[in-house]
């Protein structure tokens, strides 16, 4: 299945100067009918593709699938998010309509901030602003790191570097090393190859004691030498 770049890894609600920047509670106990908090379960759909855009979401905790449906049905898993991440921005740029589908992966909460009110606060919130800048560039790095992944690499190493994406390996503000629930078929969604595929390199992974199954998939971060390997 064809692979569409994804955007931002997982990023769990932490305790980092950046997350404190921003207290989505804060700003919600402020508010008016223009934003509101909405509880998802696993695997309802936040919005679907070719809703009206009217909002923006920030996801406090959970997990969502962001993903797209070509003209015959196919669908391909554009990102992974977690808590901290903003979603359905595209509103911002003038969309009607939502180019994608946002689906819950496990229990999560979502603020919905309607568009105009997010036009307000961007300009009255600087730790608002700022957050989401450094989210919309995180966001247009990974893609290009992504383009460069999908176009060079094999799908060993592609799995391999989203798999310590998602585990978000590096962030040392941030909880690491445990996976939320996902199919083999969305992984193979995502690195642009098949569920066999995938199948026989997380077995492999497990073998050599990159991952394990211990209540959830857990990475251990010597599976960067697969990334690294030439």
Same mark, same amino acid.
């Given at each position: 299945?064809?692979?569409? *770049? ?27 009918? *223009? ?47 977690? *808590? ?26 979502? /603020?919905?901030?309607?568009? @105009? ?35 060079? !690499? @094999?799908?060993?190493?592609? /799995? ?42 997380? !077995? ?20 960067? @030498? ?5």
């Amino acid at each position: 299945m064809r692979r569409i *770049a994804s955007s931002s890894s997982i990023k769990p609600k932490g305790k980092s100067t950046e997350k404190l920047a921003f207290d989505a509670q804060t700003f919600l106990d402020s508010a008016g009918v *223009a934003r509101k908090v909405k509880e998802f379960k696993s695997p309802e759909a936040i919005y679907a593709q070719g809703d009206a855009a009217g909002s923006v979401m920030y996801l406090q905790t959970g997990g969502v699938k962001l993903s797209v449906l070509n003209e015959v049905g196919r669908e391909a898993v554009v990102a992974i998010l977690g *808590a901290g991440d903003f979603f359905g921005e595209g509103s911002l740029a003038g969309q009607p309509v939502r180019m994608g589908t946002a689906t819950a992966i496990v229990p999560s909460t979502v /603020l919905v901030i309607e568009k @105009s009110e997010m036009f307000k606060v961007l300009h009255a919130e600087h730790g608002l602003s700022d957050l989401f800048i450094k989210f919309m560039l995180a966001r247009n790095i990974r893609i290009e790191a992504d383009l460069v992944d999908q176009l060079f !690499n @094999s799908s060993e190493k592609r /799995l391999a570097r989203t798999l310590l994406l998602l585990a978000r390996y590096g962030k040392q503000d941030q909880p690491h090393g445990v996976l939320p629930k996902m199919s083999q078929e969305t992984l193979a969604e995502m690195i642009g190859t098949t569920r066999s595929r995938v199948n026989f390199f997380m !077995n492999k992974f497990r073998k050599l004691g990159f991952i394990k199954y211990n209540g959830g998939l857990q990475i251990n971060t010597s599976l960067l @030498s697969v990334v690294l390997h030439e």
